[in-house]
């Protein structure tokens, strides 16, 4: 907190006159118009209504590069960075939570399977970006109902543990039906690796044992997206 009320405008009146404009651009329905500079200042605008913004909010823009990915930086690297504290932090968080939390209304509300474009924008947006390896199972019901999402693992630039053992047991825990396997490669490339490869195939035939169908194991990129089903690979 101390370091946002460093940093001060010698002009506040003018960089209140401004976000007003801003204001009332996003309230008549102009929000398209406004450049990712001016969404990230009036967000931290909101967060720190004395200071201007506007300088932090284009170096923040650059630095991390771009609005997307801005949003998705881990909020330690956000903290750090100066003129940021941790209200301007939670500012920006809170917009990233919001837009996960709007997209993944069909994943979470209807059958999986008849929205998985819906789902793929969902995990496409929330990982995608990372500068880690993510693992996350997502648990099924019989009628393809999400049950859970869980979070498996997190690791390192290239690395994340998933053990068949325990992703078999936590979904006879849950009572699942099926499971969609995810992760993601920083790398930025979606193309399987053999141990991908060979992971999945013993929790597909650990789940077969007990009943547990393994829908698909997904990818994701910053390339796209590689769907082990669409390519043969289960």
Not at 17 to 41: M, P, T, Y
Not at 134 to 161: C, F, P, T, W, Y
Request: charged residues 25%; positive net charge.
């Amino acid at each position: 907190m101390a370091k946002e009320n460093e940093i001060r405008s010698g002009t506040p009146n003018r960089a209140s006159g401004h976000r007003a404009r801003l204001r009332q651009r996003i309230l008549k329905g102009q929000g398209n118009s406004l450049h990712d500079h001016e969404l990230v200042e009036y967000l931290l605008a909101l967060a720190v209504p004395r200071r201007d913004t506007k300088p932090l909010a284009r170096q923040l823009v650059d630095e991390f590069g771009g609005f997307s990915r801005l949003l998705i930086a881990d909020a330690d690297a956000l903290a750090n960075y100066p003129g940021m504290g941790a209200t301007s932090v939670a500012a920006l968080k809170i917009v990233q939570l919001a837009a996960l939390r709007l997209i993944s209304e069909p994943v979470r509300t209807q059958p999986i399977l008849g929205s998985w474009q819906a789902l793929l924008d969902y995990l496409r947006a929330d990982m995608a970006h990372l500068g880690h390896e993510r693992v996350r199972v997502l648990h099924l019901d019989s009628k393809n109902r999400l049950i859970r999402d869980e979070l498996v693992s997190e690791g390192s630039i290239d690395q994340a543990a998933i053990y068949t053992r325990e992703v078999i047991k936590r979904a006879l825990a849950l009572g699942s039906a099926a499971i969609i396997l995810v992760h993601n490669h920083p790398s930025g490339d979606s193309t399987p690796s053999r141990q991908d490869i060979a992971i999945t195939k013993d929790i597909c035939a650990a789940g077969r044992t007990l009943g547990i169908t393994v829908h698909d194991h997904i990818i994701i990129g910053r390339d796209g997206h590689t769907s082990f089903r669409s390519k043969g690979l289960i």
